[in-house]
């Protein structure tokens, strides 16, 4: 199967967060990008793909995005917090 690549800018903090998630998704960049636009990851080289029954995938769709819905209010809280602290740290 023939492969196209995209390419799209962003600003170094925007590659910075995005990498951050990725990481702490334990995924590679690519592949965090990829899931993020509802596409499939492609994994590591060499690794197995994961089948998901049809019948389970708006489920797991539904956690993940409500993983990243707390994710996101942890990391706001945090942020509250730090910026409320006369030190920043």
Not at 15 to 44: C, F, H, M, W
Not at 58 to 73: K, P
């Amino acid at each position: 199967m023939a492969s196209t690549t995209i390419t799209f800018r962003v600003d170094e903090g925007e590659r910075d967060e995005l990498a951050t998630r990725a990481e702490r998704e334990k995924v590679n960049l690519s592949d965090y990008i990829r899931v993020r636009l509802g596409l499939r990851g492609q994994g590591p080289d060499g690794g197995d793909d994961v089948d998901i029954d049809p019948q389970h995938e708006q489920g797991l769709r539904e956690q993940i995005l409500d993983h990243e819905q707390r994710l996101r209010a942890l990391e706001e809280g945090t942020a509250r917090r730090l910026a409320a602290t006369p030190s920043g740290a």
